[in-house]
């Protein structure tokens, strides 16, 4: 889904995106002429790899986002995330994939491994 930064409104405006096997839904608002603030639930499932075996491990996923969409560099300092937008076009299908890259990114430890008690570490 992609909308002009322009047209978002200044009311709560409810959206919802599905982008390969997630959903990303919640509201948007303009706080400013140039700040746009979402708040949303990233919900469905993601693939991950172990850290330790290497095994591929499919993980549920229902996190609370809370960001804020800048059209252009963001300059000001601020606590909050800041996605900045570029060309004014907002792509919550890019918002998606960036979102799914960092949790895949994350380290994962596969069900096996954690029921390992052996500590790992050899030497090859």
């Given at each position: 889904?992609?909308?002009?930064?322009?047209?978002?409104?200044t009311t709560p405006k409810e959206f919802s995106n599905n982008f390969a096997s997630v959903k990303l839904e919640?509201?948007?608002c303009k706080m400013s002429?140039?700040?746009?603030k979402v708040d949303a639930t990233l919900t469905g499932q993601s693939s991950v790899l172990c850290?330790?075996?290497g095994e591929e491990e499919n993980i549920n996923l229902?996190?609370?986002?809370?960001?804020l969409l800048s059209d252009g560099i963001y300059?000001?300092?601020s606590k909050d995330l800041i996605i900045e937008v570029e060309d004014g076009i907002i792509d919550f299908d890019q918002i998606?994939?960036?979102?799914?890259?960092?949790?895949?990114?994350d380290y994962h430890i596969?069900?096996?491994c954690l029921e390992d008690n052996e500590k790992i570490e050899k030497e090859f």
């Open positions: 889904m992609k909308i002009e930064f322009r047209k978002v409104p919640g509201t948007f002429p140039t700040l746009i850290i330790r075996c229902d996190e609370n986002l809370f960001f300059n000001n300092e998606c994939e960036s979102e799914l890259s960092s949790l895949e990114s596969c069900k096996s």
